[in-house]
Antibody, heavy 116, light 113 residues
């Protein structure tokens, strides 16, 4: 069974840092682009970042560029998102997503709350 | 950035009737390399992540009931539910997968009339 398990969310103060993770199983993780998508309470999903299958290429939404870093460990089948200089507007559920034609598999999400 | 605009914002349809949701992109999402439109549709129910229904504008994801269909090309796309079931109550999103940032529409809330 294809599965993505997101973890590492929590409460962090404005200006703080947090790294969230996604453990993949049931498919050849190293063959797929992977993405992070976030969804603020009561809002639609918003794409945050993606990484190529071998980690050689990345891209970011403008609103996180320079603050967030996506990475992956294909030996451990794990995707990461390091988030620095967090702001209140970064509060959301963050989903790890497999990229195929269409985002075909989503984690259950991990909640990040930025508040003092 | 490609802007995705859905219409209507909300929709109420009787059980067994047809539901139609439209999505317009601010520029073409036709991938010239494979002549396919990089447009996907998702269904989201409360407390759940989005679920992929349709990709390449008209290809149904495995396991999705055949009452769901997608059509369109270039900048104008449609998701049709041919005979609405109670289980179809949800918010529906379109997304362009053509170029980063991979933008979503604002969503269409579908209810039973």
């Amino acid at each position: 069974e294809v599965q993505l398990v997101d973890s590492g969310g929590g409460l962090v103060q404005p200006g703080g840092s947090l790294t969230i993770s996604c453990a993949a199983s049931g498919f050849s993780f190293s063959s797929y682009w992977m993405h992070w998508v976030r969804q603020a309470p009561g809002k639609g999903p918003v794409w945050v970042s993606r990484i190529d299958s071998d980690g050689s290429g990345t891209s970011y939404a403008d609103f996180v560029k320079g603050r967030f870093t996506i990475s992956r460990d294909n030996a451990r089948n794990t995707l990461y998102l390091q988030m620095n200089s967090l702001r209140a507007e970064d509060t959301a559920v963050y989903y790890c997503v497999r990229g195929a034609p269409g985002f075909d598999c989503w984690g259950q999400g991990t909640r990040v709350t930025v508040s003092s | 950035d490609i802007v995705m605009t859905q219409s209507p914002d909300s929709l109420a349809v009787s059980l067994g009737e047809r539901a139609t949701i439209n999505c317009k992109s601010s520029q073409s999402v036709l991938n010239n390399a494979n002549s396919k439109n990089s447009l996907a549709w998702y269904q989201q129910k409360p407390g759940q992540p989005p679920r992929l229904l349709i990709y390449w504008a008209s290809t149904r994801e495995s396991g999705v009931p055949d009452r769901f269909s997608g059509s369109g090309s270039g900048t104008d796309f449609t998701l049709t539910i041919s005979s609405l079931q109670a289980a179809d109550v949800a918010v529906y999103y379109c997304q362009q997968c053509y170029s980063a940032p991979y933008t979503f529409g604002q969503g269409t809330k579908l209810d039973i009339k």
